[in-house]
């Protein structure tokens, strides 16, 4: 008889399917329809295509879909993909960057980027594709290629929030912070598939075409409270220092005349996703709660928590076994020299919390990479904790050492999914019977 561990893990993989399935290129484009002189949006409003130059870029984790499934909107004057890897897209030209931190690739495309805003005239049009990931695989960087790239791993490394690791972004670039809407003449479409909160435009690929309310001051202290500020390069200072006394140009504010030519189209974000998954879970048989933005600030403490209401709702006890599905973007601050992601670590530290209790947690990263590692993710269970044991692993010790890729291998329970296509943040899955 199959176990109630190896039912939930099934039910598990079904729901986070059902997550990227709602979040894919190929199912969100179908909103939008060619018809003879127009493209049709989603609200049945038209943006015109005939008689004007129109060009094309699709920038993130998701460019290549999201390319592929807007090549009929053509003919385009112009078209790029920017992304992870080849998209190999009739008609547009293929540009792979690195991430999450940029490299030659990401400033090629940065750079290609910025030619095609310049290009347009003031009756053109530019569709701009935005996904997840943008922020590094498409880089005009105002600095130094390799300081930008020190920086950022800086504050990848620590604990800062991704909002204020696109602050220092933006002011050490050409592109980001509203400056594509400033180099362009014409009107912009944004068609975005969201990695950020609800309705933060400014920080989906660190806002190329959206208003940028931080300043060169505000990048200062996010390097000055994470103790980044005095090893920043000479160049991250001197530009930042600069833009302080007005010897650079900030950022694009809200009410500049740019962004009167802007359009954005929120195709989906982390909280339809799991809104996807729930009724998913509701047809297996579970009673279904959803909390987006419910992962935040450390990994470890989330984990902990996840695994302590498990251990209430299984107390409880009657009726129907309950899903949990919590989405949003947890960080790690990285001491250890050991390997992983937010969401492994997440699953770590849920471990013991788990241990001989009828429950499932799965943690995911919807583009499918966790952290500098090939897994997307983990799964642990009620047996979890045992099993590393058994294979005399010490959980706490490798959770100190930030190396919650090593137990989950050792294990079996990575989540492999390779590259996704989208990008939608971070969702856990918490099944408890009761």
């Not at 090629?108 to 990931?133: F, K, Q, V, Y």
Request: proline fraction near 6%; aromatic fraction near 4%.
């Amino acid at each position: 008889m199959r176990s109630w561990a190896d039912a939930a893990r099934e039910h598990a993989r079904a729901i986070l399917q059902a997550v990227l399935a709602e979040a894919s290129p190929q199912k969100l484009l179908r909103a939008f329809r060619r018809e003879a002189d127009a493209l049709v949006l989603p609200d049945g409003s038209r943006v015109r295509l005939s008689g004007r130059a129109v060009r094309c870029a699709a920038v993130g984790k998701a460019a290549g879909g999201l390319a592929a499934h807007a090549q009929p909107w053509g003919p385009f004057a112009e078209a790029m993909v920017a992304g992870p890897y080849e998209a190999d897209v009739p008609g547009f030209e293929d540009f792979v960057g690195a991430h999450p931190e940029p490299d030659a690739g990401s400033v090629r495309a940065g750079e290609r980027l910025l030619a095609l805003a310049r290009a347009t005239r003031p009756d053109d049009l530019l569709i701009l594709l935005l996904s997840g990931g943008a922020s590094a695989l498409c880089e005009a960087p105002a600095v130094p290629l390799e300081d930008l790239a020190r920086v950022t791993r800086a504050l990848l490394r620590s604990d800062a929030p991704i909002r204020d690791i696109n602050v220092v972004r933006k002011h050490l670039s050409l592109l980001k912070g509203g400056q594509l809407a400033r180099a362009c003449q014409g009107e912009i479409l944004v068609v975005a598939i969201s990695d950020v909160e609800p309705g933060d435009v400014a920080s989906l690929g660190s806002g190329p075409a959206a208003p940028d309310p931080s300043t060169f001051a505000d990048a200062l202290d996010v390097l000055a409270s994470r103790g980044l500020l005095d090893a920043a390069p000479a160049s991250v200072r001197a530009r930042l220092e600069a833009g302080t006394r007005g010897e650079v140009a900030e950022t694009p504010k809200p009410g500049d005349p740019a962004f009167s030519r802007v359009r954005t189209v929120a195709l989906s974000d982390n909280e339809r996703a799991l809104q996807a998954g729930a009724r998913v879970a509701a047809q297996l048989g579970y009673e279904v709660a959803t909390r987006e933005g419910g992962l935040f600030g450390e990994a470890r403490e989330r984990g902990r928590e996840i695994a302590q209401e498990a251990r209430r709702l299984a107390r409880a006890g009657g009726g129907k076994p309950f899903a949990l599905l919590v989405g949003g973007e947890c960080v790690v601050r990285v001491e250890g020299r050991g390997r992983g992601g937010r969401n492994q670590e997440l699953a770590l530290a849920a471990m013991p919390g788990l241990s001989a209790h009828d429950a499932l947690l799965a943690a995911f990263a919807t583009d499918g990479q966790d952290g500098p590692t090939d897994a997307a993710g983990a799964i642990v269970d009620g047996s979890s904790l045992a099993r590393a044991q058994r294979l005399g692993l010490d959980v706490e010790a490798h959770l100190h050492e930030n190396d919650s890729y090593a137990v989950f291998d050792a294990l079996d329970d990575l989540i492999r999914s390779g590259p996704t296509g989208t990008n939608v943040r971070d969702v856990a899955v918490l099944l408890v019977r009761r």
